[in-house]
């Protein structure tokens, strides 16, 4: 009995930098909410939202912020925590050391509060063309089969939920650069080593040879460091670089 109502006399301590809409200036608002066990960051800012009152006791606007799936797949939930990006879903407070410093990413769009835009990230993919190119409203069967040692490490990169975590951690990407950043580029080696979509290889490598493309990368590493799914981003950089270099080559000597 003595846990439980030590636990309930807990508090947990939060600093959230805000911003009431995108031209607006930011500023820093601190809360005080009642502990949980097994809390995560949205669980406290679910808190805050029931009564949104900061730790002055003046009544505030709620703070906004996007999550979907609560399951680290949708990507949603990307935001600075404790001075690293990262989900908010799978940042247990139990873990994080307080006061828990929540901030949105500065390298998009900030629309409000913790809410960014990613549409560089979706734009970045519809200039690499990182989808299956298949012609036809009607079942066109089963398509060629990947080998199982390809499809292994295939599915690995499929496992890119766009959330932007690996383009904050980038020190190449920022607004005074073009880098395309670290997820179009594994997309890339993805769907190069797709049966049907490498028939769009060669155009996906031209536009990587393009400004903001594969030259942008500086090799820092920190966006496979920072990746909530683990998956190889240098490995696939590596990869496209010397698949460049490769069709460089091969336009050199007019193949």
């Not at 940042?91 to 409000?112: G, H, N």
Request: glycine share 6%; net charge neutral; hydrophobic share 35%.
């Amino acid at each position: 009995m003595a846990d439980t109502s030590t636990a309930a006399a807990r508090t947990i301590r939060l600093v959230i930098t805000r911003r009431d809409n995108p031209d607006g200036n930011s500023y820093k608002e601190e809360f005080e909410i009642p502990y949980r066990p097994n809390m995560n960051v949205i669980g406290a800012l679910m808190e805050i939202q029931r009564n949104p009152k900061n730790a002055k006791g003046d009544t505030t606007t709620p703070v906004c912020w996007e999550s979907n799936c609560l399951e680290e797949v949708c990507g949603a939930c990307s935001m600075v925590i404790n001075g690293k990006p990262r989900q908010a879903c799978t940042a247990l407070v139990d873990k994080l050391e307080q006061p828990i410093r929540l901030e949105p990413m500065s390298t998009f769009p900030v629309m409000r509060d913790l809410v960014i835009d990613r549409q560089r990230m979706f734009n970045a993919l519809k200039r690499v063309k990182a989808w299956i190119p298949i012609d036809g409203t009607y079942d066109l069967g089963p398509g060629p089969r990947m080998a199982e040692t390809k499809r292994q490490w295939a599915y690995e990169l499929s496992k890119c939920m766009t959330c932007g975590v690996c383009l904050e951690a980038c020190p190449n990407v920022n607004d005074r650069t073009s880098f395309i950043g670290p997820a179009a580029l594994s997309q890339v080696r993805l769907f190069n080593a797709h049966p049907t979509g490498e028939m769009n290889k060669d155009e996906r490598l031209e536009t990587l040879m393009e400004d903001g493309g594969i030259e942008g990368c500086g090799n820092s590493q920190n966006c496979v460091r920072s990746c909530p799914k683990g998956i190889p981003l240098t490995t696939s950089i590596a990869a496209i670089n010397a698949d460049t270099t490769k069709h460089l080559f091969k336009k050199w000597l007019g193949q």
